[in-house]
């Protein structure tokens, strides 16, 4: 919702608000002024100083928290955006406003997702879709659908980037969540087609052939990216057009059509300049290099890994850097150029030494010195780094190691590499050393079983030290039994309750000295745990920049929409119910059972009793 929107809204009651209210709703106007011409920090400050000024009106509050939310998110700062999206939600559940908590449910479920927390994003993004559907709204249906594709699409990324997988390679897990992407994807394309809703197509065929990709099914790729290629030109998108004729040529060298790849990594290269995208422009180079060496044009290599190296070292990209000189190596190596090759291979061990990869040195150093061996000079000694990496590859050859990853510097290629260009880098693999890949994994499986026991070990220590209670044990234990102005007794004083004397004559309503010394106890450990129970305690929601009067009102509609739709603040049987449920388990956790040896005990000893007395008798 917009501030615009919600200021057209406000009827004549708004205008008795004072002049806290108009000040308040002109601030915010002026930040969403400032935030649609791209000035989002400024933006920020007066919605902040809007909220200062506070309002009574419900709805110019919930467009003034959407906005801050979408400000902070594309600023970078989620945890605000979060924070202020759920401020949303509440006033739109508040107000009964159900688009309004469709929608902020769908920012909240986005936000989420951004900030890795995948499942709860899901919650949100379904409730948006439930909501959407209940209200007929086909367009805020979209979204929603497009929002789950996203979050499942991103879910399955995040869990496949773990290991070193090839597209068509993920595990079952990463491949449930490609296919929930799939599902949704789909499902907005055709609602969107019976929309004509052109743009939004052309996304979600983006999307689709991405997903597609990664499932390995390159035809299916191919056939959504050369749709999505298509509706780009149609509105002239040249930034949506060069990222679907790069993905294009992903595809096609997967599937070994080269050329096809080729021209349209060309094209990339060309949109790139237009655009004066010179990061993107390296990668199109670096890509060109590759597929042409594929093709044993190794002149045409040469030529795109140089000019790739030339705008690394312009960018100041030393990983990029890196890449040159490993491939411009391999190329002139290939070529025979083996003085040129040795100068490549040498700038990319230094380089690699400066990155601290070891993967990269290693490689490089071998490389250096079959060159060395080549053209008759010393070879130099593997690093103790090199040759932990080199025996953890077992007992391949040189040229192997050489073939092992096109791109040795493998650890900064999926943090440095755009999404859309992420696999260039391992399509052209032609062999693969899988016992380096498992040897890792194993590592560092190791070190996150390690990792996770003493962050177990950390969190629960503080909630047994919390459960923990220590007794002041009185010193004189022998007298426990004498009066309160006994000497014996005058450290104990302070921590036990004074022990009257036993009175035959009323016996029933004396407390004897253990009793006395179980309500101490009962009192010390009700003491520690009431600790632990005001840690358990919920606060009542705070919604900034609202009025006090108007924050009493929010609190009791949200009370009275949580016991129950009748408005009677008596819960029923329902909420009872579930709250035993919720507490049952937790209570059976801390019951303590008796042992059965001395439960036998007392029961022998009460029947010796009874027996006793009824002689008496």
């Known amino acids: 919702m917009s501030v615009s929107a919600s200021a057209e809204n406000l009827s004549s009651d708004n205008q008795s608000s004072g002049d806290g209210g108009n000040m308040c709703l002109e601030l915010a106007l002026e930040g969403e002024r400032l935030c649609k011409a791209g000035d989002c920090r400024a933006g920020v ?42 401020h949303d939600l509440t006033l739109a559940r508040t107000m009964g406003d159900k688009l309004g908590e469709a929608k902020s449910s769908g920012n909240l479920g986005n936000t989420l997702k951004v900030m890795g927390k995948f499942d709860e994003a899901m919650i949100c993004c379904k409730r948006h879709l439930e909501i959407s559907r209940e209200l007929k709204d086909k367009l805020s249906e979209g979204r929603a659908l497009y929002n789950l594709g996203n979050v499942y699409h991103a879910k399955g990324k995040h869990i496949g980037r773990v290991g070193q997988q090839d597209p068509g390679e993920f595990p079952e897990d990463v491949r449930s969540c490609l296919e929930q992407a799939v599902k949704y994807y789909e499902e907005n394309l055709e609602l969107m087609r019976e929309l004509n809703e052109r743009a939004a197509q052309g ?61 349209h990594y060309k094209r990339t290269l060309v949109l790139a300049q237009e655009l004066g995208d010179r990061a993107v422009e390296a990668q199109s180079c670096y890509s060109l290099g590759n597929t042409y060496t594929l093709l044993r044009d190794y002149p045409v290599a040469v030529e795109y ?76 000694d593997l690093s103790p780094d090199s040759l932990e990496v080199v025996s953890s590859l077992g007992d391949q050859t040189s040229p192997a190691l050489h073939r092992y990853r096109l791109t040795p510097d493998s650890k900064q290629r999926a943090d440095t590499l755009p999404p859309d260009l992420e696999a260039v880098a391992g399509a052209q693999n032609l062999t693969h050393a899988n016992s380096a890949a ?7 499986h190791l070190d996150d079983e390690e990792s996770f026991f003493d962050l177990l070990s950390r969190f629960q220590s503080k909630r047994m030290d919390d459960q923990r209670c220590s007794l002041t044990i009185a010193e004189n234990k022998e007298n426990t039994n004498s009066l309160p102005n006994s ?9 036990i309750k004074p022990i009257m004397p036993l009175n035959n004559n009323n016996a029933a309503n ?46 009791q509609r949200l009370s009275v929409a949580g016991l129950g739709g009748d408005g009677s603040t008596t819960p029923d049987d329902t909420f009872l119910e579930m709250l035993m449920r919720c507490q049952s388990g937790r209570m059976e956790d801390q019951r303590a059972t008796v042992p059965a040896q001395s439960h036998e005990n007392r029961l022998s000893g009460a029947s010796k009793t009874a027996s006793r007395k009824d002689k008496k008798k």
């Not at 498992?438 to 560092?444: N, P, R």
């Not at 000497?487 to 921590?495: D, F, K, M, R, T």
Request: proline letters at 3%; a neutral charge; aromatic letters at 8%.
């Open 45 to 86: 400050a007066f919605f902040q100083a809007a909220i200062q000024a506070g309002t009574d009106d419900l709805r110019t509050l919930s467009a003034i928290y959407s906005q801050l939310g979408n400000a902070y998110f594309y600023l970078g700062d989620y945890v605000k955006a979060m924070q202020y999206h759920k």
């Open 203 to 263: 996304r979600a065929c983006g999307n689709l052939g991405n997903t597609y990709y990664l499932l390995g099914n390159f035809k299916q790729a191919i056939h959504y990216h050369e749709e999505r290629l298509k509706i780009a030109r149609e509105f002239g998108d040249k930034a949506a057009e060069r990222r679907a004729n790069s993905n294009l040529g992903n595809s096609h060298i997967f599937l070994g059509e080269f050329e096809a790849a080729a021209d």
């Open 510 to 555: 004396s407390k004897t000295p253990s009793n006395a010394l179980q309500d101490d106890l009962l009192d010390l450990i009700a003491g520690m745990q009431s600790k632990r129970m005001d840690e358990q305690r919920v606060a009542l929601p705070h919604l900034p920049g609202l009025h006090p009067p108007a924050q009493s009102q929010v609190l």
């Open 438 to 444: 498992a040897a890792d994994a194993k590592g560092e």
């Open 487 to 495: 000497n014996h007794n005058n450290n104990a004083a302070a921590s």
């Open 305 to 380: 890994h140089l000019r790739h190296l030339i705008i690394a070292q312009q960018l100041m990209d030393r990983v990029g850097e890196g890449r040159a000189c490993w491939s411009l190596g391999n190329a002139h190596s290939a070529m025979g150029n083996h003085e040129k090759a040795l100068y490549f291979a040498s700038k990319h061990l230094e380089i690699s030494k400066e990155l601290g990869d070891p993967m990269g040195q290693a490689t490089a150093q071998m490389n250096v010195a079959d060159l060395r061996k080549v053209l008759g000079l010393p070879t130099s």
